[in-house]
Structure formats: structure tokens, C-alpha cells
């Protein structure tokens, strides 16, 4: 295995435990839903998330978010600060 796979397993790893903690109430995406955020964004753990972290944030002013509206909200959260970090 090597180095680059696993360290993408730890961050994935990490990413999960962090919607699991974020975001308790709803269903955890699968690992794939992980790595494709973290290849649309160029490998940035932190561009992920702070995409969880916003959607919970709004999960938390609307008092819940269905699986699908997370996934969308987090994915363009992502995508609004990976055009900032950009710019």
C-alpha cells in the first residue's frame, strides 16, 4: 500500500468522524462521497471541512437537514471557499 493511499484513508477517516460528530442526526456518506470531495478540492482536508463545519451550522439555525440537502449545502460550501482560497 502506499504512502499517499493510506494517508488519504487517515484524512477520510478523519472526515468521517468529524460528520459523525457534526452532524450526529443524519446518515454518514459513504467513503466515496468523501474522496470525491477531497479530489474536486484538490486534496484540501480543511476545504472539506469547513464544508461540514458550515452545514452544520446551518442544520443546527434550521433544527435539522435532510441527508441530501447536507450533502448539496456541504459540497457548495466547499466549493464557495476553494474559489476564496483561489482568488
Known amino acids: 500500500m502506499s504512502d499517499s493511499f493510506e494517508r488519504q484513508s487517515q484524512i ?4 468521517i468522524r468529524h460528520w459523525e460528530s457534526l452532524l450526529p442526526f443524519l446518515k454518514t456518506p ?18 472539506v471541512l469547513h464544508g461540514l463545519v458550515q452545514t452544520a451550522k446551518k442544520a443546527r439555525v434550521f433544527g435539522s ?9 456541504a459540497s457548495g460550501c466547499m466549493r464557495n471557499e476553494s474559489r476564496e482560497r483561489a482568488a
Open 12 to 15: 477520510v477517516d478523519e472526515l
Open 30 to 47: 459513504d467513503r466515496a462521497q468523501f474522496l470525491l470531495w477531497l479530489r474536486l478540492n484538490r486534496g484540501d482536508m480543511n476545504v
Open 65 to 73: 437537514m435532510d441527508f441530501d440537502r447536507a450533502l448539496r449545502y
